[in-house]
């Protein structure tokens, strides 16, 4: 896949069909989305479109200052509907105009985790790479105002992935590309933390080590 140059719809695609086969979303759960370039506008995916079967006709561009349907270029956008949880989207971009892409799955191992009361350990220098931290969401209704604007104002402080209580994850990147890879992190990291947990040894589970994170990011810490 050509993130670089390849058209938006079909980077968001290829993320949809691999997240489907890598089991972090089934059927028609979880929703995309991409910033345009030099508009303002996103393309989403549609209501009930089914992650693994995305094809450009199965976005929706919206505008981001006033969530109305968008004209892209000479051609109109397919009349689709968005996905419900577009507020969502719309109030991340608003929050955080370094974000080009939003990915919301729903993961099974970050959801047990946090259905468990407890949080994703950052545990490999990639993880501290992709994620830096991974903070909680309280439960709000899904689809909703109210979601959309504590996880905005949640990630406002630079935070790029969030687990939404008993509902998902939505991860955010400058690129289509980036928040991929920090959506695989984002489950790698809740995979090693539920097997240290499961095997009784997740008081031994080792963070990331602290000179790693230090060439990262300075004196800031990797927080939870």
Same mark, same amino acid.
């Given at each position: 896949?050509?993130?670089?140059?390849?058209?938006?719809? =079909?980077?968001?695609?290829?993320?949809?069909?691999?997240?489907?086969?890598? %089991?972090?979303? @089934?059927? /028609?759960? %979880?929703?995309?989305?991409? #910033?345009?370039? =030099?508009?303002?506008?996103?393309?989403?995916?549609?209501?009930?479109?089914?992650?693994?079967?995305?094809?450009?006709?199965?976005?929706?561009?919206?505008?981001?200052?006033?969530?109305?349907?968008?004209?892209?270029?000479?051609?109109?956008?397919?009349?689709?509907?968005?996905?419900?949880?577009?507020?969502?989207?719309? @109030?991340?971009? #608003?929050?955080?105009?370094?974000?080009?892409? *939003?990915?919301?799955?729903?993961?099974?191992? @970050?959801?047990?985790?946090?259905?468990? %009361?407890?949080?994703?350990?950052?545990?490999?220098? =990639?993880?501290?790479?992709?994620? &830096?931290? *991974?903070?909680? *969401?309280?439960?709000?209704?899904?689809?909703?105002?109210?979601?959309? +604007?504590?996880?905005?104002?949640?990630?406002?402080?630079?935070?790029?992935?969030?687990?939404?209580?008993?509902? %998902?994850? *939505?991860?955010?990147? =400058?690129?289509?590309?980036?928040?991929?890879?920090?959506? &695989?992190?984002?489950?790698?990291? +809740?995979?090693?933390?539920?097997? +240290?947990?499961?095997?009784?040894?997740?008081?031994?589970?080792?963070?990331?080590?602290?000179?790693?994170?230090?060439?990262?990011?300075? /004196?800031?810490?990797?927080?939870?």
């Amino acid at each position: 896949m050509n993130y670089v140059h390849g058209d938006l719809r =079909d980077q968001l695609a290829f993320v949809g069909f691999d997240v489907v086969q890598a %089991g972090l979303v @089934a059927g /028609s759960g %979880g929703n995309l989305s991409a #910033r345009i370039p =030099d508009e303002d506008a996103i393309w989403v995916t549609g209501g009930g479109s089914w992650m693994g079967r995305l094809s450009r006709a199965t976005f929706a561009a919206v505008r981001i200052s006033d969530g109305s349907p968008a004209t892209v270029g000479n051609v109109p956008p397919p009349a689709i509907e968005p996905t419900s949880e577009l507020a969502l989207h719309l @109030a991340l971009y #608003r929050a955080r105009p370094d974000v080009n892409a *939003v990915i919301h799955l729903h993961p099974q191992t @970050a959801l047990l985790l946090d259905a468990l %009361g407890e949080h994703i350990r950052i545990v490999t220098t =990639d993880h501290a790479y992709y994620l &830096r931290r *991974v903070s909680t *969401v309280p439960f709000r209704l899904p689809g909703t105002t109210e979601l959309a +604007a504590l996880t905005a104002a949640m990630a406002a402080d630079g935070t790029d992935c969030l687990v939404l209580s008993q509902h %998902g994850c *939505v991860v955010l990147g =400058d690129s289509i590309e980036i928040a991929h890879k920090r959506a &695989r992190n984002l489950e790698e990291a +809740a995979e090693l933390t539920y097997r +240290a947990l499961a095997a009784g040894r997740l008081e031994n589970l080792r963070d990331c080590p602290e000179e790693f994170l230090d060439r990262l990011y300075g /004196s800031s810490a990797v927080t939870v």
